[in-house]
Every structure is written in structure tokens, then in C-alpha cells.
């Protein structure tokens, strides 16, 4: 089983196994260089993967045409030089629309589902709020709760039902209006879910915030099948219900005995499912405590889905297995067999990968020259990381693209894991069914210290996080503190080129 089939697999979701129905798209990209890709994005359930991404073919001149698979109505983003256009695509219509290169400004031009985008692209769907700076600013960093309705919900609920209005009086399908309304609404929690990560800092303003927003929310969709913010909006709530449930009842209170509110089982329980199958499976009791199941059944699909994309079979095996067991008649089962059975292809053709290496006494090694020191006359990029951290793990699916460029070159990858030792297994296990060849160490949240130590020697402003790169030169010095990301493609190719020469 190899890498771009396993890909398809997972593709095969987006279109919910068998597509009868259709939606066409077609129009022209003005002043078109030939340069750059146009891609659709449509999401199985929710979320933003780029593994859902469809390259739409663009002729010469500039003009494309597509036709999709699809079943039911899907919300979508129509990609064009890094601008973002949502697109409600419904089956049996069409749409026109013209593209223009110099601005990326995008124009609905025909189709019987015109009516519908317009709205959309009018009422800005997707529309960043005032409130998130995407700069780390903090600035609501200083004030109460009762400031924070004032200056931030009150006036973003506003905003959102001005719009919800929009639509409402508009001239569309009565679940056209429903569809899009209740997106507006959902999005909205949302992007106040995101206000406490990068404008607040005190704990407990940052718990009463989510707290408050979610206690007025309404769990039960407004329409089903529900869009994709819907969605992310239940994985919201979830993560809500723990939080209100570590609010009522502290976790230094709990007797062993008693469960926790919302989820229903004990503190030690809790502990052992997320030790034995992470985090998903943590989330997928609280949705089947909270949740309809038909809302749990969708829900928990994207997340196998998710798991599947990231090559996570360890968490991946023991929620598919409560997935089956709950709905044995479920639609999805198909799929996710297909996706079990091709990560253990993987891990069986790579259990005795000899390019996939651990480190000679990793568990002894103190500091990372003992691996860098090892390497002389190699250009060298570490990559620190974890397999509990999401966005590390959707850096690793750019290594393929990373290591063909490098390829017969002089550069070695190095891995160092922070994982607890209890993760062993399941790092040993991650790193073969992902393929990734090169160097690598674990380390656990003490051990790595020292390593921290020596790789933020040289910039004053470096904080530990997740995940980071380095680069070392042919003689073994840190040469790059702040190396690009693998999805940086070009950007990090030249970093690396500049010490191979």
C-alpha cells in the first residue's frame, strides 16, 4: 500500500462513497499567467484538509470546467493564490464564475446556483472578526467578563444577525435561507472560541469566557444535514463540557469513585482511555453523553477521517472499533475498513524500513550534539516535534515532497519526539507507518530540557514550542534557529541549498 493510495482513500469520503448527482463549475481566470493552481477544497464533515483539495484543470487561455460528485448540498472554498472563496454547491446546478490574477477578485457570473453564491459572497460568510488581531496582540488581555460582552459578544452578534437578515429577506429557497443562516451562526461561535487562545491570557477569564458563550448555545443543529461549521462547532462544545466540567467539580476533588459531570465516567478511567487511544476517543465519550447519534455518527467520521489522513493508527484502531460497535450499520464502515487495513500495510512494509532509524542509545543521549556529531559533512534539519501535536503532524505529510528534492544530497533529517515514556509504543509505531525515514530520539518532558537548551542558545527570542526546525552546517554548528517549515516548500529548499554549497 503505498502513500498516494492510501491518499485516494481517504478522498473517496469526500464524496460520501457513491455520487450519483452533480454540480458544475466552469469559468475563466482573467490575465492567467499559467503560473499558479486553482484548487476546491470540500470537506468530508468539516475542518479545513488540505487532502481534500481538488486541482481543477485551467487551459491555456485561462478557461476550466469541472464536475463534481455530489449527493447532497456541500459548502466548499474555491483556492486561487491563497484567496479563500466559500461556494455552496448543490446538486444538479451550476455555476460561472471569472477569476481575476491581477486581484484574485472573484465574480459570479451565471448559473442556476447564482442566486445562493451571491448572497454568500454579499454577506462575506467566512468574514474575519474584529475581535482576533491574528498577531498575538492581547488586546482584551486587561479586561473583565461583563467588559468582554460589552466590547466583544454584544457587538459581534450584531454584526452576525445583520447578515442572518440578509439572508432571510432575501429571494432564496427556503433551505437555501436555513442552510446558510445556520452557518452564519455556528461560525460565530466559533471564531469567539478562538478569542481566548490569542487575546487572553488569565485562566480564569479565558474559562467564564467559553463558559458563557457556549452555556447560550443550542447543541441540536437548525437544519441536518448540517454545513461544516455546525461541526466544528460540536467539537467546540465538547471541549466546553470539559471545561465546565473541571469548573464544578475540581479535579483534586473527584473521589476515585465519582464520574465526571457530562462524561460519565471516572477521573482514572478518563486518564487510562486517553493513556491507551488519545484524545478522540476522550472527545467521542463526550459526544455520545451529549450528542444525538446521528450527530455523533458524522462527527466522529471526520475525526477516523482525520486520524486516518494523519496515519495515526494507534488512536485511529480504538475509535473506529467504538465507531463499528456503536453504528454496525453505518454507511462510513466501508471506508474506514479500507483506511484501517492501509495503515497496516504501511506498518507491516516498514517494520524493517533500514532507512527509518532510532538513535543508538536515545535514551541515554543528554544533549543533540551526540546525534549532530555523528553526522559530519552532512547538512542536517531537526525537526522537533510530538505525535500528540496536531499541527506537527500535518508538517510531517510535506516531508515526501521535502526528501525528493534532497534526494542523493547531502542532508540528513533528524527527529527528536517529546513524548512521555509511556508513549513509546505508540511513537516507535507512528513513525513506520508514516514512512519517515531519517534519525530519530524521544525524549519526555523532562529529558528534553537540555536539548531546548542548546538548540535556543543563539536567539534570544526563541520559546519552546511546537513544532520547530533547525538547521545544522557540514561542520555540526546551528546555523538556522529558525528554520521554515516543510510546507514552506521553496522557502525552506533555499534555507537548506544556501549550506550544501
Not at 172 to 186: F, M, Q, T, W
Not at 405 to 416: A, C, S, T
Request: hydrophobic letters at 35%.
Amino acid at each position: 500500500m503505498n502513500l498516494k493510495k492510501l491518499s485516494l482513500l481517504v478522498l473517496t469520503s469526500i464524496f460520501y462513497l457513491s455520487a450519483t448527482a452533480q454540480f458544475k463549475l466552469s469559468g475563466k481566470i482573467i490575465n492567467y499567467s499559467g503560473n499558479q493552481k486553482l484548487q476546491l477544497n470540500i470537506p468530508v464533515i468539516s475542518g479545513f484538509h488540505k487532502e481534500n483539495s481538488i486541482e481543477i484543470p485551467v487551459a491555456k487561455d485561462g478557461t476550466f470546467a469541472i464536475t463534481l460528485p455530489i449527493e447532497r448540498q456541500k459548502f466548499s472554498n474555491l483556492i486561487y493564490q491563497r484567496t479563500f472563496t466559500s461556494l455552496l454547491l448543490t446538486p444538479k446546478k451550476n455555476l460561472n464564475i471569472t477569476i481575476n490574477e491581477k486581484d484574485t477578485a472573484v465574480k459570479f457570473i451565471s448559473g442556476n446556483a447564482l442566486p445562493e453564491n451571491n448572497i454568500m459572497q454579499q454577506i462575506d460568510l467566512e468574514e474575519f472578526p474584529f475581535f482576533l488581531s491574528g498577531t498575538n496582540e492581547r488586546k482584551y488581555d486587561n479586561l473583565s467578563i461583563a467588559e468582554l460582552k460589552e466590547k466583544v459578544i454584544v457587538p459581534y452578534y450584531q454584526q452576525r444577525d445583520e447578515k442572518i437578515k440578509r439572508v432571510q429577506v432575501s429571494n432564496l429557497s427556503a433551505n437555501d435561507k436555513a442552510v446558510i443562516a445556520a452557518e452564519l451562526k455556528y461560525i460565530s461561535y466559533n471564531y469567539l472560541n478562538d478569542l481566548p487562545r490569542t487575546e487572553l491570557s488569565n485562566k480564569n477569564i479565558i474559562d467564564s469566557f467559553i463558559v458563557y458563550v457556549f452555556d447560550n448555545s443550542d447543541k441540536n443543529p437548525d437544519v441536518f444535514p448540517a454545513g461544516p461549521q455546525y461541526y466544528a462547532f460540536v467539537d467546540n462544545y465538547i471541549r466546553y463540557l470539559e471545561t465546565k466540567a473541571f469548573i464544578k467539580v475540581k479535579p483534586d476533588k473527584l473521589l476515585t469513585n465519582e464520574l465526571i459531570p457530562y462524561y460519565g465516567i471516572t477521573l482514572d478511567s478518563a486518564k487510562k482511555l486517553v493513556k491507551n487511544y488519545g484524545k478522540p476517543y476522550w472527545r467521542w465519550i463526550g459526544a455520545t453523553n451529549n450528542l444525538p447519534a446521528r450527530i455523533v455518527e458524522q462527527y466522529t467520521y471526520q475525526q477516523l477521517i482525520t486520524l486516518f489522513s494523519d496515519k495515526d493508527l494507534r488512536q485511529a484502531e480504538g475509535l473506529a472499533s467504538a465507531f463499528k460497535a456503536k453504528f454496525p450499520s453505518s454507511s462510513y464502515n466501508s471506508v474506514i475498513d479500507k483506511n484501517r487495513t492501509a495503515l497496516k500495510q504501511l506498518l507491516a512494509q516498514n517494520e524493517l524500513n533500514a532507512k527509518i532509524k532510532i538513535f543508538d542509545g536515545y535514551e541515554k543521549t543528554s544533549s543533540i550534539y551526540d546525534v549532530i556529531s555523528s553526522l559530519k559533512g552532512k547538512v542536517i534539519y531537526v525537526d522537533v516535534w510530538g505525535t500528540w501535536c496536531g499541527p506537527c503532524k500535518e508538517e510531517l505529510k510535506y516531508n515526501p515532497q521535502l526528501k525528493k528534492r534532497f534526494e542523493g544530497k547531502d542532508v540528513v533529517f533528524v527527529y527528536l519526539d517529546m513524548d512521555d515514556d509511556d508513549k513509546d509504543a505508540t511513537w516507535r509505531e507512528y513513525i513506520k507507518v508514516n514512512g519517515l525515514t531519517g534519525i530519530h530520539l524521544r525524549k519526555n518532558r523532562e529529558t528534553i530540557a537540555p536539548f531546548w537548551k542548546e538548540l535556543c542558545a543563539i536567539t534570544a527570542d526563541k520559546a519552546e514550542y511546537y513544532p520547530q526546525y533547525f538547521i545544522f552546517d557540514k561542520e555540526g554548528n546551528l546555523v538556522v534557529s529558525k528554520a521554515k517549515r516543510p510546507s514552506s516548500s521553496e522557502g525552506l529548499y533555499q534555507q537548506i541549498e544556501t549550506y550544501l554549497k
